[in-house]
Each structure stands twice: as C-alpha cells, then as structure tokens.
C-alpha cells in the first residue's frame, strides 16, 4: 500500500502551492493595473488625472466619453477597423487553412525547399518591406487611402500557413481517403471535411488576426490619408496634441472604447483559442 504523505509534508505541499497562486494573482494584478488605471482615467475630469489625490475618480464623469465620439467621427473610425479587421481575418484564415492542408496532406515537388523558404521569411522584419510594398500599392494597383493594403498583403502569411500546417496534422487521413473514394473533390473535402474538422485551430487562428489588425498602427499610418478613412489606433494617435497639451482624459476614454472589440471576440472565443493552440502542438 502507497504511504499516506506525513502532516510536514501535507504542508510543505500546501505552502508551495500558496505561493504559486500567490505569484499567479501578483502577476496578474501587476500586468491589469495599467488597464485599471486606464479606465479609471477615462472616468475623471482632466484635472484629476495627474492632480488628484485619490486612484479612484473623485468626480466620475462620462463626459470623456461623449467628447470623443462628439469629435473626430469616432464611431466611423470603429466601423473602419471593424471592417478592415473582419475581413482580413476571414480571407486570411481561409487562404491559411488552404496553405497548411497543402503542406500537411499532400506530397509535391519540392515540398520541403518551399515550406522552409517560407519559414525563413519569418525572420525578415516588416520595415524591411514596408517601403517597396507602398511603392506597389501606390504605383501598380493606386491602393493608397483605401483599405486593400491593409487586407491583401497579408492574406496568406507565412506564421499562418505554419500554423494551420502543424494542426492539419491532427486530422485524419482515413476519413480524407473515405471521401476521395466515395467521389468527393479536393476542394468540396476542404470545405466540407477539413474546414469543419479543424473548428478550433480556425477561431485560434482568427482571433490571432483579428488582433493584430485591429491594433495594427505602422502601415495603416503609410497608406491612411483621408481622416475619415482612419482606423481606431491612427484616431488616438490624433488625440495626441503637442507635449503638454494632450487631452488625457479624452485619450483614456478612446483607450477603453478600443479594447472592446477586442476583449469581446477573446471571451466568447477564449476556449476555441486554448484548444486550437493546444492541438496545433502536433508535430508531423
């Protein structure tokens, strides 16, 4: 019979395991607290920001609020990221689950030299290719102050592919050549196999996009002209008024109204997310 841990023991394992949770809470309130005090910020008069005496607002006020979307055509802003961010996000997931299938299940010529020539493309930085890229947008296709740059550049990247790639592994390869017997096409078995199949490496997948265009700032800068074509980082990056005479109250305001989206899509997908990163672990 297995010995029953000895009371010293039992505490030994128990003072561990307080300070774990107590080092897991420490990080966690260190990491909110500038979020905290962001939205505590955007609840204050301008004076109380900076002068105040006290971290929660003296004089709470929504005022901030309605002098943001009062100016500068906020919610035609949102609409703007909103836009540019779903549907990159859809073209690129779908352009990306077609690359990583590709590379998963099939067998072609050169194979591996095109799959490693991709991931070296990882290491070049986007400035290195920020400036010939405006110079085809603008010269070739005159995409400049529309929103295509910022949609199909990037479609079908490179962490995407490699990311779709490790999860297509997980799926089955039997059920592949079931359906290629009873008659199927390649492309009806994607969208009616693989795409159903591989659900949570999707939704991981998109939330990681969805993200990075909504809060993408360097390129929508270069090729964003026309204020009402902004996006919601080039607004609060217009919110910023010379050293000292920034709105800060009106700033927090527009910071908290920009992380909604954002927060709303990772809750309600949250598990998606955890499972498709979990799953796409698999090494082929």
């Known amino acids: ?3 029953s841990p000895t009371p ?41 920001i900076f002068a105040g005496d006290s971290f929660l607002p003296e004089n709470p006020t929504l005022e901030n609020y309605r002098s943001l979307f009062a100016q500068g055509d906020a919610l035609g802003k949102i609409w703007n990221s909103l836009y540019i ?5 859809v073209l690129s997931v779908f352009l990306c689950a077609l690359g990583g299938y590709a590379f998963a299940k099939f067998r072609f010529p050169g194979r591996a030299f ?15 290719v920020m400036v010939p890229l405006f110079v085809m947008m603008r010269n070739t296709f005159h995409w400049i102050d529309t929103p295509w740059p910022l949609i199909i550049p990037g479609a079908a990247n490179a962490f995407g592919i490699f990311f ?25 078995i994607f969208l009616r196999i693989v795409l159903p199949t591989t659900i949570p490496g999707l939704v991981s997948l998109g939330i990681i996009f969805f ?13 964003l002209r026309s ?44 598990r998606h997310l955890i499972a498709g990163i979990t799953a796409g672990s698999v090494k082929g």
């Open 227 to 270: 204020e009402e074509n902004y996006t919601v980082p080039l607004m609060l990056n217009a919110l910023q008024g010379p050293p000292g005479r920034t709105a800060y109250d009106v700033l927090m305001a527009g910071s908290v109204v920009s992380l909604v989206p954002m927060l709303l899509v990772f809750l309600a997908l949250q």
């Open 211 to 223: 993200m990075g265009s909504w809060n993408n700032f360097l390129w929508p800068s270069a090729v």
């Open 85 to 89: 961010a779903t549907v990159a996000t």
């Open 164 to 188: 779709m790639r490790q999860y297509m592994f997980s799926v089955s390869d039997e059920m592949l050549d079931a359906a290629r017997v009873d008659g199927a096409s390649e492309f009806g």
């Open 8 to 48: 010293h023991r039992r505490w030994d394992e128990a003072a561990k395991r307080g300070l774990i949770y107590l080092a897991v809470v420490g990080t966690c309130a260190f990491m909110m607290f500038p979020f905290l005090w962001m939205f505590v910020s955007s609840l204050k008069p301008f004076e109380e």
């Open 1 to 3: 019979m297995k010995a």
């Open 114 to 128: 095109l799959f490693g020539f991709m991931l070296a493309s990882l290491a070049i930085p986007f400035a290195v």
